[in-house]
């Protein structure tokens, strides 16, 4: 089993900037792929961006150019540093994991909030 605990949410004004921390842990050395999803009021949930264990890494449309998501395997975290933020962005956000046997793992989520 593995357990992620979001942090870094919160509110900000359009054109800033906030930095998602994501760690996991307990059976961590299964884990291969490591994310995040948004789900915005009314809409599905969506990913954001991923990146494997050797940093590949996957982008929404939406975001690229502006996120930038990292991974620290030393510490067990990964990072989603968002710039540019637009109301738009506004969403709960949660960190998402996949282990090598394709079993997934979501974080409790962590609100952010981008005032126009």
């Known amino acids: 089993q593995v357990q992620l605990v979001e942090s870094g949410g919160g509110l900000v004004q359009a054109g800033g900037s906030l930095r998602l921390s994501c760690a996991a842990s307990g059976s961590v050395f299964r884990l291969n792929a490591m994310g995040w999803y948004r789900q915005a009021p009314g809409k599905q949930r969506e990913l954001v961006a991923i990146i494997n ?21 030393a510490k067990n975290t990964a990072y ?19 282990d090598r046997s394709y079993r997934t793992y979501w974080g409790q989520g962590t609100q952010v909030t981008v005032s126009s």
């Open 80 to 98: 989603l540093q968002m710039n540019s933020l637009k109301p738009e962005d506004t969403a709960v956000y949660y960190c998402y994991a996949a």
């Open 53 to 73: 264990s050797v940093g590949n890494t996957n982008y929404a449309d939406s975001v690229k150019g502006r996120f930038t998501i990292s991974r620290d395997n």
